[in-house]
């Protein structure tokens, strides 16, 4: 699915030359050395290691299900943005 492949693009999960996006689709990785997105995670990164080793531990099941779940609220927010925008809701919404 387009919005699957988008989704991955943006996250940096997918290599040039590996989807079947249009050539004029520009779709950045938001996780590119030094973007936003990238100084974000390397935050909850070490905001993580810092909880585990707290904790004494070198992992920490909870620690990895709060990350695992916010990334699971992402991505189900991405898709849902995905939709309303291909819907045109999103412009109906904002009065366009």
């Not at 849902?80 to 999103?90: A, I, P, T, V």
């Amino acid at each position: 699915m387009q919005k699957e492949q988008i989704f991955e693009k943006m996250n940096g999960f997918l290599a040039e030359g590996s989807h079947s996006l249009p050539e004029q689709a520009d779709i950045e990785d938001e996780f590119a050395e030094g973007k936003e997105c990238c100084l974000l995670y390397e935050g909850v990164y070490q905001a993580g290691r810092n909880l585990c080793e707290r904790l004494g531990e070198d992992e920490d099941e909870d620690v990895e299900a709060i990350l695992n779940g916010m990334e699971r609220i992402a991505r189900v927010l991405a898709m849902k943005m995905y939709e309303y925008g291909r819907c045109g809701r999103g412009a109906r919404f904002f009065g366009q």
